[in-house]
């Protein structure tokens, strides 16, 4: 872990190597920080959405192209109606209070899952700042809300399904039928709290990505932990099946 001075430094740092183009996380962690401070799991999910607010600044600045985060999978929407309705509230508060620094960003918000499933409150929001944000350059910032990774796979091959023979249904064909055709590859995927697995997120998108399990809960997640992953993902080597030696470009004996 840097000092607080250092993060200039490891920002300097990651900024001059080459960035994943396209990062996702898994937010997790939220309850157990409220719940480690004797607060009501609510008081997590707020905190959540000023890490979300911090981690989509720095990672604006630093210059990925695509933010993906998993806000909510079709699964959450089951929790107890307090909570759930928690999680919309401060989802319709975010999209109202981070509209003007995401239109004077030039970040383009999207939104991938049921969208259906949401308030209407919160849906003519999302819809109103994505369509708002649409001719935007810069950053991707893409919610996934009542998301499902298997349905998200599902739909892709029912459509792909309606315009070609099923001989012509290739990768490709699937591919672009994703949720997040347009988007750059998948490079990274990070999940906080210190749990090891992908939940049904981004199944297909994550066949290269590179994996990042941190300890951090995601409420304590903020800049400096997101430069640390970035930082991380820099020093590794990404082979895509290849041998070390070929992708160092040197001859494979
Ligand atoms: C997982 O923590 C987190 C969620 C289910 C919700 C994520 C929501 C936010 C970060 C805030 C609102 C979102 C935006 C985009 C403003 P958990 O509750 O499963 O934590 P636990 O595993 O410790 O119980």
């Given amino acids: 872990m840097t000092a607080p001075s250092d993060i200039e430094a490891l ?48 990672a604006r600045a630093v210059g990925v192209e695509a933010l993906t985060l998993y806000a909510l999978s079709v699964q959450n929407l089951a929790r107890p109606p307090h909570e759930v ?39 003519s929001r999302l ?25 998200e796979l599902a739909q892709a091959a029912r459509r792909a399904a309606r315009r070609l023979a099923p001989g012509d249904i290739d990768a490709a064909a699937l591919e672009a039928e994703l949720w997040t055709a347009g988007l750059p590859e998948l490079d990274l995927m990070v999940r906080t709290s210190g749990e090891r697995r992908i ?24 800049e400096r932990e997101l430069l640390e992953v970035l930082a991380d993902f820099q020093g590794r080597e990404r082979r895509f099946g290849l041998t070390g030696a070929q992708v160092r470009g040197a001859v494979d004996p």
């Fill in 85 to 123: 309705r928690a999680l919309m509230e401060l989802l319709a508060e975010f999209l109202e209070s981070e509209r003007r620094e995401i239109m004077d960003n030039g970040i383009r918000l999207a939104a991938i899952g049921d969208l259906d499933r949401l308030p209407g409150a919160v849906r």
């Fill in 127 to 151: 819809d109103a700042l994505c369509a708002e944000s649409r001719g935007n350059r810069g950053m991707v910032l893409t919610l996934a809300l009542s998301y499902d990774g298997r349905e």
């Fill in 11 to 58: 920002r300097a740092r990651v900024r001059a190597r080459p960035l994943p183009r396209h990062v996702a996380i898994i937010m997790d962690g939220n309850g157990r920080w409220a719940e480690a401070r004797g607060l009501p799991r609510v008081a997590g999910h707020r905190e959540g959405s000023a890490s979300v607010r911090a981690v989509a600044r720095e």
């Fill in 199 to 222: 939940s049904n997120f981004l199944l297909w998108q994550c066949a290269y990505a590179e994996l990042a399990f941190v300890e951090t809960l995601w409420p304590d997640f903020r």
